[in-house]
């Protein structure tokens, strides 16, 4: 696998840069494990620390990947996840249900989606698959969220409402909130797993694959 160029990135996503500097130890620490199938960087926090990951739609070991984007920004995944532990998705998807303009709007982001991922590899396995519960349903809003982040406003509106929940402003950093950094982000309750950020890295883990 190949880094693609940068023209070809920013055709995947308006806010794509390269892989730079250290990016690969930030994503890693952010993540708890290595950002597996890394290209690109979806979208940066105010500071350059990598907000989104683009992901390769084939990982090294030969295993299709449909997830192109993912929110890697440990602030970003926290507030969103506890959007999604109030239960807010339902509102989405009552949405969704009943207001057919955001629901074709939602297939749009869908079809977008693909087409952004089929420029680096047409990977059969997951053709016409994308993630985050599109095109019918929202069920992961770090996916449709990074989507949003790294494409710009417009194109996955769910993605765009929730990073308006959530107070997203590219013009400021929380990477240094001692609340919010890095070791933080396990959940009360979750320490019984160990280590810092291990409960995280196994539950987006998850959740990527879906
Ligand atoms: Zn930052």
Known sequence: MEYPKLDVLKKVAANATEVAGNDREVLTAQLGRDPRGLVGIGARCAC???AVTITWPRLLDGSPFPTLFY???PWAVKQISRVE???DMALFNERLATDPEYAAAHERAHASYVARRDLLEKVPEIAGKSAGGMPERVKCL????GYALAVGPG???AGDDALEMIGWDPAVCH???SDDAGAGLAEPGSGATGGSGVGLASASGA???A
């Open 71 to 73: 929110l890697s920004l």
């Open 142 to 145: 770090h996916a449709l969220a």
């Open 175 to 177: 990477c240094a909130d």
């Open 85 to 87: 532990s109030r239960g």
């Open 207 to 209: 959740q990527a694959q």
């Open 155 to 157: 194109v996955c509106p």
């Open 48 to 50: 350059g620390a990598p």
